[in-house]
């Protein structure tokens, strides 16, 4: 009876998932570090994601890149509708 007792027990000491506990975006990349926590929003979708201080700094890394070699806005004086309303007004 006793043995049936102890099985019985540490069932009961299987807790939960934590399931409050954010996880990083970047997890299985490997290399956590740090508090994960929801970063602000980069993409233009403004969707946040929860990521360690390690992945986070990697990301703002990368994110600087991008911006550098890909600008999001267009110039504000650049239209291309604009050369095509003049080429067909004399028509
Ligand atoms: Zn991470």
Same mark, same amino acid.
């Given at each position: 009876?006793?043995?049936?007792? &102890? ?15 954010? @996880? ?16 602000? &929003? ?19 890394? @990368? ?21 095509? @309303? ?6």
């Amino acid at each position: 009876m006793s043995d049936f007792n &102890a099985v019985d027990d540490q069932t009961w000491r299987d807790e939960p998932a934590e399931e409050n506990d954010l @996880e990083c975006l970047d997890r299985h990349k490997g290399g956590c570090s740090g508090a994960v926590e929801y970063r602000m &929003a980069l993409s233009a979708t403004g969707r946040q994601f929860p990521r360690c201080d390690a992945h986070w700094g990697k990301r703002l890394d @990368e994110q600087e890149g991008i911006n550098q070699r890909y600008p999001s806005l267009q110039p504000s004086d650049f239209d291309p509708s604009y050369a095509g @309303e003049s080429w067909y007004e004399d028509e």
